[in-house]
């Protein structure tokens, strides 16, 4: 093999990869796994009571501690016609990965 083609190699291998890297993050991963069935890929909810992350001053807006307090335990505002379950229905869901996914949701959809 040439030298020629081990540097077209390594381009496409490492291009390959840096791809993987942008086309799922760990906090996307868990996004599109445990949340985006009811919040959308968008973020712009799937269903009529879940709130529009993209929506400027919207629940997005709230401090980060208030945001994973509610989704660790679950959260349904008064009156409203569904709730957020705690982790998103999977209590083996880490707080680590909460956190993660937090980061993305607000990184990815904040208005
Ligand atoms: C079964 C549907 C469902 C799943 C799955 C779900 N959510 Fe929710 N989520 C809701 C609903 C409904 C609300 C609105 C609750 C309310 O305000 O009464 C909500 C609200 C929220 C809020 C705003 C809290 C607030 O003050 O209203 C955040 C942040 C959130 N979800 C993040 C997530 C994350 C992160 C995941 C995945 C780990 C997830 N959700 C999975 C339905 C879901």
Avoid at 45 to 63: C, E, H, I, R, Y
Avoid at 76 to 104: C, E
């Amino acid at each position: 093999m040439n030298r020629s083609m081990l540097r077209l190699i390594a381009l496409i291998l490492g291009s390959t990869i840096a791809g993987c890297a942008l086309a799922a993050s760990p906090g996307q991963t868990i996004y599109e796994t445990h949340c985006s069935a009811c919040h959308g890929s968008d973020g712009k909810g799937a269903f009529p009571g879940v709130p529009d992350f993209t929506q400027k001053n919207g629940v997005l807006s709230l401090p980060a501690a208030v945001l994973l307090k509610r989704i660790e335990h679950g959260y349904q505002a008064p009156g409203a016609p569904m709730a957020m379950p705690a982790r998103g229905g999977d209590a083996s869901l880490t707080d680590q990965q909460i956190k993660l996914v937090l980061g993305y949701v607000r990184s990815r959809f904040r208005g």
